[in-house]
């Protein structure tokens, strides 16, 4: 099963990812996650991404692309994966259609959380975390029960810079600008599920369960 997860930042794609990645038995591919390990490894794409990385500048898509095809021809990934953060733009899919086709395969489902606007705003503003440990609480819907402290080690939980609300707007707005149209891209493959993730995290797994299951429309 070979699936792309798309939706803003705060949707709970990456919950559920990992929720889908144990149960069919494939590997969730993140894109931050492949960075950091190339750039901790560092691979030659790996200093490349950290040359751009450390002046303040995206990582081209040159480099990313480069990181999944490497990844997907690992034979870990014979039997699928999720791609979680990648593609954001329509190029990005151009090219993971050009990597997939190298090597006979293609996407069997695109799946699109879909989370109201001001609800995202909410999750991610309420999102605090450890700067010690990195373990990761919400103000409301999953408060630390030592108040401001973390349960795990005692240090003082902080708010990342990108979940202030003026980042959190930045966020959004560049994710409809840029990755917003890979829906329309998707949709014309017939291969994009659409759910709704402002629901309960196992009604949300529930129902990605199901779209999973629907045969492709011809």
């Not at 990582?59 to 095809?69: K, Q, T």
């Not at 954001?88 to 109201?116: C, I, S, W, Y």
């Amino acid at each position: 099963m070979r699936l792309v997860f798309l939706g803003a930042p705060g949707v709970g794609k990456g919950t559920q990812a990992d929720k889908a990645a144990v149960q069919y038995g494939i590997r969730k591919i993140s894109t931050g996650d492949l960075l950091r390990e190339a750039v901790r490894n560092q691979t030659t794409l790996g200093l490349e991404a950290k040359a751009h990385m450390d002046q303040g500048r995206l990582v081209p898509d040159s480099v990313v692309i480069g990181l999944v095809r490497e990844k997907l021809a690992d034979p870990s990934h014979a039997t699928g994966f999720i791609l979680d953060g990648f593609p954001r733009t329509v190029p990005q899919a151009e090219a993971l259609a050009k990597v997939l086709a190298e090597r006979g395969l293609q996407l069997d489902r695109v799946v699109n959380f879909r989370v109201p606007r001001e609800e995202i705003v909410k999750r991610l503003s309420g999102r605090r975390s450890c700067p010690n440990c990195q373990a990761t609480y919400h103000v409301e819907f999953a408060p630390s029960k030592r108040g401001d402290l973390c349960e795990r080690c005692g240090e003082t939980l902080v708010q990342r810079s990108d979940d202030h609300r003026e980042a959190i707007e930045t966020r959004l707005r560049v994710y409809e600008d840029q990755t917003a149209p890979l829906i329309t891209f998707y949709e014309k493959q017939r291969v994009l599920a659409d759910l709704n993730g402002a629901e309960a995290v196992e009604t949300v797994y529930r129902n990605l369960v199901k779209a999973l299951a629907i045969p492709q429309t011809a």
